[in-house]
């Protein structure tokens, strides 16, 4: 998940940025260049803790970094905002591959995954770059894992692409649409591009870094934040000034798509399952879960105890009901 580097909202956050640079002229300018030094320097530090880990596939709109693992069954497994592929590698993977096949997949735009097509990146548009590699792969109605905003992906596949997913397994889905943005990820909330740009360039990193400890308290509790998240979760990949850009994206596109979404729920005869953990403070299972569950013919809902990151903390619980799910 990504470190939210403050509360700006998209305004606010572009005139301060524009004061300090017109009001205090070279000083300012200095210190913006001086900033924009620091992430570079950041981003390059990130990528050589945390290097690519698998396999390129080209696929309309972009190319996708994705890891493929195991035997047996087909299982997809996507991130949340902010996220990585390593936050399924970092403890979930090595439980379900001795049983399954597993592709992990970058989302566009997170992790080493890129995206060149309209500049906005819609959930749609995410779901049919991971069907095409799905057809890429010789995949056959795989079991779609999905956690947090990776959920929203998962069920945009499934409703977009009939007869292409064998089941959605959703770990902390966003489900609905989105009435208000959790504390941690108002920073992302940033309607202007070049705002985007400019912040992901010269305040991010830094914000991100300084306020780590606080983010992940949030993203993470009530649970521990695991050792070396950092590396072994990918998380150093977060503060790269594109993850920033595209978590921005992928805020502005659950913003605008949830409602359409969770209007065709009806439509999805597949055997779906939902499970949260009773403890998240980012999205609350009364309203991602159990509605959602309600509205899905044959949906089926699990809680347990903790946080948002159970796929992490969780990994062995998380892997059993997988393979449950997978077998359903």
Known sequence: MVRAPG???????????????MGSGAAALAATAGLAAFTA??????????PPDGHFAEVNGGRLHYLAIGEGSPIILVHGLGGQ??????????LLSPHHRLILVDRPGSGYSSYS?????????????????????????PLVVGHSL????????ALGHPGKIGGLALLAPLTQPIEAIPQVFKALDLRSP????????????????LGADAANAQVFGPEPVPAHFETRGGAALTLRPEAFVAACRDVEAARGEMAGIAARYGE????????FAAGDL????????????AAIKGAEFKMIDGGHMFPLTQPQVTADWIMERANA
Not at 202 to 209: K, Y
Not at 268 to 275: A, D, E, R, T
Request: glycine residues 10%; proline residues 4%; contains cysteine.
């Open 7 to 21: 509360n700006w909202k998209d305004g606010e956050a572009m005139a301060s940025f524009l004061k300090a640079v």
């Open 41 to 50: 320097w950041n981003r390059s530090r990130a990528e050589q803790l945390v």
């Open 85 to 94: 592929l390593r936050n399924f590698t970092y403890a979930l993977s090595e």
């Open 117 to 141: 097509g309209d500049g906005k990146c819609s959930l749609a548009a995410q779901a049919a770059m991971m069907v095409e590699l799905m057809d890429q792969l010789g995949l056959d109605r």
């Open 150 to 157: 990776g959920g929203a992906v998962a069920l945009a596949m």
């Open 194 to 209: 070049m705002a985007r740009t400019m912040l992901g360039w010269t305040l991010a990193a830094p914000a991100g870094r």
């Open 268 to 275: 999805l005869s597949i055997p779906v399952g939902i499970m």
């Open 282 to 293: 980012l999205l609350d299972p009364s309203v991602h879960g159990l509605p959602t569950v």
